[in-house]
């Protein structure tokens, strides 16, 4: 059997990767599975353990990295995320297209080790959009959210690593374009 493709929706933190993700994951004929990240973040409201997220703390986070059980992972606004390997490789090997959504150093940790990934770099329209959507979600402190904005001036420096650049002025529309890009790779 064919091994499955590795797939990573990358891009800075609000511009709604989450939402153009949505738009094509459940599109049969890609045959995607989401690789769900381990993190330190604390849970939000309506977050699903295994399902967002699996939720460690930094003891358990500090023993996958050690154990070698992540593929990558990143710091991101005081907190650890990273993809489980074990999980990825076992999907790929049964045929299934893996999609990861992650942030940008991550990304590059993954073109390292997989330089066949399927890269895309998701844009907001412009920065005052980002901003706007930031400030939308209404989770989180200002300090966060100031933190999460000069990161994300950071993240769209990174662009050029990316295989494929998508501008999410229409989640719908982004969503398409991911699919066909997916599509012509299979
Ligand atoms: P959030 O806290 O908003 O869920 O995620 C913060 C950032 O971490 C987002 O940019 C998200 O894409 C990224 N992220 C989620 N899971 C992973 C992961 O496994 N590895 C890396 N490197 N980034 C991740």
Do not use: H, W
């Not at 599975?33 to 381990?38: A, G, Q």
Request: proline share 4%.
């Amino acid at each position: 059997m064919k091994k499955g493709l590795l797939i990573v929706l990358s891009g800075p933190s609000g511009v709604g990767k989450g939402t153009v993700l949505k738009e094509f994951i459940q599109d049969s004929e890609l045959n995607l599975s989401y690789s769900v990240s381990m993190t330190t973040r604390s849970q939000r409201p309506g977050e699903i353990e295994g399902v967002n997220y699996y939720f460690v703390d930094r003891e358990r986070f500090a023993q996958a990295i050690e154990n070698g059980e992540l593929l990558e992972y990143a710091e991101f606004v005081g907190n650890f995320y990273g993809t489980p390997l074990k999980e990825v490789e076992r999907l790929r090997n049964q045929g299934k297209n893996v999609l990861l959504e992650i942030e940008v150093e991550g990304c590059k940790q993954v073109c390292e080790k997989c330089p066949d990934a399927i890269t895309i770099f998701i844009v907001p329209p412009s920065m005052e959009e980002l901003e706007r959507r930031i400030r939308g979600r209404k989770t989180e402190p200002e300090e966060i959210v100031q933190r999460r904005l000069s990161k994300a001036e950071k993240e769209m420096n990174l662009i050029g690593n990316y295989k494929y650049i998508v501008c999410n002025e229409d989640p719908k529309l982004a969503g398409e374009i991911c699919s066909l890009v997916i599509k012509r790779n299979m």
